[in-house]
């Protein structure tokens, strides 16, 4: 070989083999165990995806929903708290238990900390996120069906005692008898009167008028109740007042008396308050106001900044109330004077008494009926509200998800390269 000439030999091992020749043994080797290979790399996707699936099945999520006016201000259909934690009260999860055949196997604590509640949203939440981790359930019965079973069971604890009060529906006609004839007038006048106030905070809640229940509606049946209160109950009050008819006359004195002592005291009460406002409006001085800036617009609908006094304004207000406080309680006093004075001349005139009582029951059958045609609207209409006041649903994995084929993927992948490394070092043992 010529000097300074710069020709390289390729390196060789002790075994005389080349990197390239080395490569190509391995990948002999891998060939020849192909089949072993692919068997082993799908034995273990099968297992991973398998346990994948299994563990997936042992917890579920659901996602509740409230979307009733009265949530946004963390407040029940019926204006009462909202409080989450009922979802999880002995009284849910004792029913879910039952239902769910569990009894004896899985306690109220046990269920209990398997549940999770997570509000979505810093400020009042009106969705939630429940979590059941079931890892400790029998076999039987999987962490989906047992969460919807749960949700299912608190919707219908939820609707039935936090929905809205239909209190003004409920009227007991046993006392009846107990009754005076003028405290008869009275109570079902305010009865009434809180009927037509929750037909109407219906008509306002619903934003609709018809119903499948004979066309009837919230307005229309508000009409009726005030036209049956003008005639049959206006009616009644007039007859037994104009003919001082009294169940047990001394008695109902000894009651009106009393009534009229506290209601001549809270217009003293009143009196003195409203004194005391007007007194200081009189003696305050301008220059102690508070001042407020208040956008509103003008005639041409410009916007201008108007000045506003917070002091004065919120005096002026309370001596307006303790005002109309006086003048409702003075016109209270009268009546109870004009029926302390018929009860001194109580007639007792049977036929009279008997036109009375008649007129009783002529009320309380029309009443009745008016309620039962209001019930009917209601529950048509809450079968709308429910469905869509308070609703949930139960997170669903797709197949790829649930199975979790990447990770049994990755597991395949993870055996391969055993295999690779494995044969290698059998190539390498075998060389040496």
């Not at 009265?70 to 009462?80: D, I, K």
């Not at 009927?195 to 306002?204: A, P, S, V, W």
């Not at 990770?407 to 391969?416: C, D, K, L, R, S």
Request: aromatic fraction near 10%.
């Amino acid at each position: 070989m010529a000097e300074g000439s710069d020709i390289r030999i390729p390196r060789r091992r002790r075994d005389g083999a080349s990197p390239e020749e080395r490569l190509l043994r391995l990948a002999t080797s891998l060939w020849h165990s192909k089949l072993l290979i692919l068997f082993l790399m799908a034995v273990t996707a099968v297992c991973f995806c398998w346990h994948s699936a299994k563990e997936n099945q042992k917890s579920a999520t659901a996602t509740l929903m409230l979307r009733y006016e009265q949530a946004y201000e963390g407040l029940n259909p019926n204006g009462t708290r909202f409080n989450i934690y009922d979802l999880m009260s002995d009284q849910v999860l004792g029913e879910v238990i039952q239902r769910a055949g569990l009894k004896g196997r899985v306690s109220q604590n046990q269920l209990l900390n398997m549940l999770e509640v997570r509000a979505s949203g810093s400020q009042i939440a009106t969705e939630y996120s429940v979590i059941l981790r079931g890892e400790d359930l029998p076999s039987r019965i999987s962490a989906r069906s047992l969460l919807d079973l749960l949700m299912e069971t608190y919707k219908q604890y939820f609707l039935q005692n936090y929905g809205a009060n239909d209190s003004a529906l409920d009227i007991d006609w046993s006392e009846v008898e107990n009754w005076e004839y003028l405290e008869f007038a009275n109570i079902m006048d305010v009865k009434v009167n809180n009927l037509i106030t929750y037909l109407n905070g219906l008509r306002t809640e619903s934003g609709m008028s018809q119903y499948r229940i004979s066309g009837e509606s919230f307005r229309s049946l508000s009409e009726s109740i005030a036209n049956f209160r003008d005639i049959y109950l206006n009616k009644y009050t007039s007859f037994v007042t104009i003919n001082r008819l009294f169940r047990n006359p001394d008695s109902f004195r000894s009651k009106l008396e009393y009534r009229r002592f506290l209601t001549q005291q809270s217009i003293s009460s009143s009196r003195d308050y409203f004194q005391i406002y007007q007194d200081a409006l009189t003696m305050y001085d301008a220059s102690m106001i508070t001042f407020v800036m208040v956008p509103m617009y003008d005639s041409a609908q410009g916007l201008y900044m108007a000045r506003t006094s917070i002091g004065m304004d919120s005096l002026t207000e309370r001596s307006k109330g303790y005002a109309e406080n006086l003048e409702t309680s003075a016109k209270t006093l009268k009546t109870f004077d004009r029926d302390i004075d018929n009860t001194f001349a109580a007639a007792n005139e049977q036929a009279k008494r008997d036109t009375a009582e008649s007129m009783i029951r002529e009320i309380e059958q029309h009443l009745d009926s008016l309620i039962s045609r209001v019930r009917l609207v209601e529950r048509d209409y809450e079968a709308y509200r429910s469905k869509n006041s308070i609703y949930y649903v139960i997170g669903t994995p797709g197949i790829l998800s649930g199975y979790n084929v990447k990770g049994g993927a990755a597991a395949a992948i993870a055996v391969f390269l055993i295999c690779v490394l494995y044969c290698a070092i059998q190539t390498y043992a075998k060389r040496e």
